[in-house]
């Protein structure tokens, strides 16, 4: 019975791995009724390791190269087994291959918006995307914390968990630093080697190596970047004096379309402007910009009430203030005078 049960044994010659599918990282050699040959022949590749553990210990692992497995290449493995004697004998043992290539091209994002504390904005949202790539450098330190006795691992199997580390970074980042967002926007470069410093340590403690880490976009959500546009706009309009006149002129037309002609036009353009007196003097500023300098009400004299009849009584001729609103407008500003 113990001579067949060595029959239907097979023996292995030669052991290696040629990685047929891509975002393998750990991979086992079927050892399943198998058992090594004492001078079989292991193969590692470029940019592969090759690592043997014996009833759950580690023993000896080989980088790229051409190996004849005997007790003078297997030190530790002999050791584990208390081979005193050169073994002649086939023996048993799991054999684990490890890539080593770079894993190009992977992709890290916040799913939700990162709540912290900026300067310009007070507390806002921030969102941010870009790639990483790594590598397993230390084969004894990723079996050991990652992927373990499994018959294989792959790259999707790690992904969530590195991903996340990314992003809780990227919230101690925006939380510790104290940049403003508009700087951070604006040296992504520099962002990125930031992320990348604080996030390499914990690569590390996995048996990884972090190769590169990029930034591609830190961006608001939709509300708050409309906002900033806003602001964007007041400064380029040379403060809110001259948005507001600029959003003044740009209502006139919109409020003519609407039911109410130029009665609506105060909250049309959303600046806190009256029906009365005060439209007329913002839309007097916005058509003569030389007019700019804003006076008391008792200081208007007669040449200005003129202009702004003039020029209200223009926009009654092309259909844009009824009558009726040139005339309200027009007892308006004659009782300054009076």
Do not use: C
Not at 6 to 13: E, H, S
Not at 17 to 24: C, I, L, R, S
Not at 265 to 279: I, R, S
């Amino acid at each position: 019975m113990a001579l067949m049960d060595f029959v239907k044994k097979q023996f292995i010659d030669i052991i290696h791995w040629t990685e047929e599918t891509d975002g393998v990282l750990a991979y086992r050699f079927p050892m399943q009724d198998f058992e090594i040959q004492n001078g079989a022949e292991l193969t590692v590749r470029d940019t592969q390791q090759a690592m043997f553990v014996d009833e759950g210990k580690i023993a000896d692992v080989f980088g790229p190269g051409r190996f004849k497995l005997t007790t003078q290449t297997l030190p530790v493995l002999t050791y584990l087994k208390n081979w005193d004697k050169l073994f002649e004998s086939p023996f048993k043992s799991d054999v684990y291959f490890f890539s080593t290539r770079i894993q190009l091209d992977r992709k890290w994002g916040t799913p939700n918006p990162i709540t912290i504390r900026d300067k310009d904005f007070g507390m806002v949202r921030l969102r941010a995307f870009g790639i990483y790539s790594y590598r397993i450098l230390d084969p004894k330190l990723f079996y050991q914390q990652i992927s373990g006795t499994r018959a294989s691992y792959t790259t999707e199997e790690l992904e969530g968990q590195l991903r996340n580390t990314i992003v809780s970074g990227i919230s101690d980042i925006f939380g510790e630093s104290g940049v403003p967002f508009i700087d951070m926007a604006g040296n992504q470069e520099e962002f990125g080697r930031a992320l990348k410093a604080k996030l390499e340590p914990v690569f590390t403690n996995f048996g990884l190596g972090l190769e590169t880490l990029m930034v591609q976009n830190v961006s608001l959500p939709e509300e708050l970047q409309k906002a900033l546009d806003d602001r964007i706009g007041v400064n380029i309009m040379g403060g809110m004096q001259g948005y507001t006149q600029y959003q003044v002129a740009n209502a006139i037309p919109l409020a003519a379309q609407n039911e109410g002609g130029l009665a609506g036009l105060g909250a049309g353009v959303g600046v806190g402007f009256g029906v009365g007196q005060q439209v007329a003097q913002a839309l007097g500023q916005s058509l003569n910009p030389a007019q700019n300098v804003a006076q008391p009400a008792a200081a208007v004299s007669s040449d200005d009430v003129m202009a702004t009849l003039e020029k209200l009584h223009g926009l009654m001729t092309k259909g844009i203030i009824s009558s009726e609103e040139f005339e309200a407008k027009k007892a308006d500003l004659l009782k300054k005078l009076t």
